[in-house]
């Protein structure tokens, strides 16, 4: 069985395309964070997204404090023993998912581990993946609402590199959900009906 760690953004959807052996399943967790996520606000649009791109989904909460434990339990009961992860650069993330998969005798997969992130982002567009940023940092509030593109991402790459901030957006900086790509049958269309404030953090609510 081999499950892949998504939440319906960009770079869990292209590590699942540079893969390339498909996977059986797809596990969203559902986390207890002091601001909501931008996929679970826009949960419906998550989930349609790859329900799209044929990838049957398995969403479920993990309590605060037992989120390790839960996903261990979770991963055992569908029986994986292949596990694909969407992970650049971040350690502690990559430490995470190597103790999740030593924990329940599975292989790991991190098909986008150790590269630039740049390169990962044109990457991205180049195979066809298009993006909608769906949540962002209040520095990005002009790139909110955006559909990422081969004609405006290097100006959104200069413009957080102006800001500081990693153009991927590994560390949540911005968030997306996938509208159409390499692994897409249709497109998923929505329509922006609220934009919420969080502290310096905002999203759009989608239908």
């Given at each position: 069985?081999?499950?892949?760690?998504?939440?319906?953004?960009?770079?869990?959807?292209?590590?699942?395309?540079?893969?390339?052996?498909?996977?059986?399943?797809?596990?969203?967790?559902?986390?207890?964070?002091?601001?909501?996520?931008?996929?679970?606000?826009?949960?419906?649009?998550?989930?349609?997204?790859?329900?799209?791109?044929?990838?049957?989904?398995?969403?479920?909460?993990?309590?605060?404090?037992?989120?390790?434990?839960?996903?261990?339990?979770?991963?055992?009961?569908?029986?994986?023993?292949?596990?694909?992860?969407?992970?650049v650069y971040i350690e502690d993330h990559l430490?995470?998912?190597?103790?999740?998969?030593?924990?329940?005798?599975?292989?790991?997969?991190?098909?986008?581990?150790?590269?630039?992130?740049?390169?990962?982002?044109?990457?991205?567009?180049?195979?066809?993946?298009?993006?909608?940023?769906?949540?962002?940092?209040?520095?990005?509030?002009?790139?909110?609402?955006?559909?990422?593109?081969?004609?405006?991402?290097?100006?959104?790459?200069?413009?957080?590199?102006?800001?500081?901030?990693?153009?991927?957006?590994?560390?949540?900086?911005?968030?997306?959900?996938?509208?159409?790509?390499?692994?897409?049958?249709?497109?998923?269309?929505?329509?922006?009906?609220?934009?919420?404030?969080?502290?310096?953090?905002?999203?759009?609510?989608?239908?």
């Open positions: 069985m081999h499950v892949a760690f998504v939440s319906g953004g960009k770079d869990s959807y292209y590590a699942i395309y540079r893969y390339g052996l498909g996977v059986d399943m797809g596990l969203m967790l559902l986390y207890e964070f002091p601001r909501p996520s931008p996929h679970i606000l826009n949960l419906g649009k998550s989930v349609k997204t790859l329900l799209l791109s044929s990838i049957p989904v398995l969403i479920t909460r993990v309590n605060k404090g037992r989120e390790f434990q839960e996903t261990v339990e979770i991963l055992r009961k569908v029986g994986a023993n292949v596990v694909i992860a969407g992970d430490k995470y998912m190597e103790r999740l998969a030593k924990e329940i005798g599975a292989k790991l997969v991190e098909p986008l581990w150790g590269l630039d992130p740049v390169e990962v982002l044109h990457k991205e567009l180049e195979v066809g993946i298009k993006p909608l940023i769906i949540g962002c940092v209040n520095g990005l509030s002009k790139w909110l609402g955006v559909e990422l593109s081969l004609d405006n991402v290097d100006s959104f790459i200069g413009f957080t590199k102006n800001l500081g901030i990693d153009p991927l957006g590994e560390r949540g900086e911005y968030h997306t959900v996938v509208l159409s790509g390499p692994l897409h049958k249709d497109v998923l269309r929505y329509k922006v009906v609220a934009t919420e404030s969080y502290g310096d953090y905002i999203i759009l609510r989608l239908i």
